[in-house]
Each structure stands twice: as C-alpha cells, then as structure tokens.
C-alpha cells in the first residue's frame, strides 16, 4: 500500500511541470487619479449638445443675431468648504473673424457650410453684447462662481451671429464645436 502512494506521489510530482507550461499569466494595471477638485463635471456636461434651429438665411441677413438657445453646465458633488471654492472658465475654439475672440467658427463642411455666420454665447439670457464668452482660451472672469454644496449649474446663452453686417449669410449647414475648461481656485 505504501508503495502505490508512493507512485502515484512522484508520478503527481511529474506531471506537474508540464501542467505549468502551458500556464498564461497577465497583467492588472491600476489607473486612477486624486484630484484637488471642489466638484465634478455632471455626466449631463461631458457632452452638449445645443440645437440652434433652423433659418432662413434672408431672414439672419436682415438682423445680426438669432434667438438665443439656453443650455447649462452642471457641477456637482461640489464642496463649498474646501480651499479651491471657486470655479473658473475658459473655452476654445476656431474664431470666426481675425481678431474677434468672441465669435466661433461654423465647422467646414465642404461646400456645404453655411457662410457669414459664427456661434456667440453669452452669460446672460438676451445680452447680444456684453458677458460674451471669449474662445481664445483666455479666462472669462464674469463667469467665475463662487461654489454652493451640492450642484451648482451655470446657464449659458448660444446665438449665431454675422461676421460681416455688410455680406448676406449663405445657407449651408451651421455647426460648431467648442471645448470648455473648468479650474478651481
């Protein structure tokens, strides 16, 4: 009887290594981050999406803006407590006029874009010429907000513009893309 357990030991002790040749290992990688964030960005804000509307383009030819389109950036899980209580904006983009910060380019569509038309926004609800939101990527101080606990959301106002009060707007397909930053201070 010894003997058998014996055999079937080293017989077991064989057949080891060449079960663990054909053994595969991996890799487990940890990605993270800690952050001295006041708030996150909502789920709601990754990506806006803004419908402008349709126009005729006589119709934007005879005055310098259209209607404008309310949309928000959320924050939420803010801390109004911590250090950094103050939530800072800036927004690039393609401008649509040398020299004019305030005024986004239509995204090319080939021969199909729009023509003598950009994208403004402004912080407050029908302000056509003050609180414009710069895409330079420079600050935009009016929209500094000092942070609440909980959510905070930040109303914006898109319209589009003529470039050139002088040249008819031409019809085509009028979108744009903007990206923002949000800081802490």
Same mark, same amino acid.
């Given at each position: 009887?010894?003997?058998?357990?014996?055999?079937?030991?080293?017989?077991?002790?064989?057949?080891?290594?060449?079960?663990?040749?054909?053994?595969?290992?991996?890799?487990?990688?940890?990605?993270?981050?800690?952050?001295?964030?006041?708030?996150?960005?909502?789920?709601?804000?990754?990506?806006?999406?803004?419908?402008? @509307? &349709?126009? *005729? #383009?006589?119709?934007?030819?005879?005055?310098?803006?259209?209607?404008?389109?309310? +949309?928000?950036? $959320? =924050?939420?899980?803010?801390?109004?407590?911590?250090?950094?209580?103050?939530?800072?904006?800036?927004?690039?983009?393609?401008?649509?006029?040398?020299?004019?910060?305030?005024?986004?380019?239509?995204?090319?569509? @080939? &021969?199909? *874009? #729009?023509?003598?038309?950009?994208?403004?926004?402004?912080?407050?609800?029908?302000? +056509?010429?003050? $609180? =414009?939101?710069?895409?330079?990527?420079?600050?935009?101080?009016?929209?500094?907000?000092?942070?609440?606990?909980?959510?905070?959301?930040?109303?914006?106002?898109?319209?589009?513009?003529?470039?050139?009060?002088?040249?008819?707007?031409?019809?085509?397909?009028?979108?744009?893309?903007?990206?923002?930053?949000?800081?802490?201070?």
């Amino acid at each position: 009887m010894k003997k058998y357990a014996l055999n079937i030991a080293v017989a077991s002790a064989l057949a080891l290594p060449f079960g663990l040749a054909n053994a595969s290992t991996g890799t487990i990688d940890f990605v993270g981050e800690v952050t001295d964030e006041t708030c996150s960005l909502g789920a709601d804000s990754i990506q806006i999406t803004v419908p402008m @509307g &349709s126009y *005729a #383009a006589h119709h934007i030819s005879g005055i310098p803006n259209t209607e404008a389109r309310q +949309f928000a950036i $959320n =924050l939420t899980g803010c801390d109004a407590s911590l250090a950094l209580n103050t939530a800072e904006f800036t927004f690039s983009g393609t401008l649509a006029a040398a020299g004019n910060a305030n005024l986004l380019a239509l995204d090319l569509d @080939g &021969s199909n *874009a #729009a023509t003598n038309l950009g994208i403004a926004i402004s912080g407050t609800n029908g302000d +056509f010429t003050t $609180n =414009l939101i710069s895409f330079d990527g420079s600050p935009n101080a009016f929209l500094d907000t000092p942070l609440v606990d909980g959510t905070n959301t930040i109303r914006l106002y898109a319209f589009y513009k003529r470039i050139d009060g002088a040249q008819p707007v031409t019809s085509g397909s009028a979108n744009a893309t903007a990206t923002f930053t949000v800081s802490y201070s």
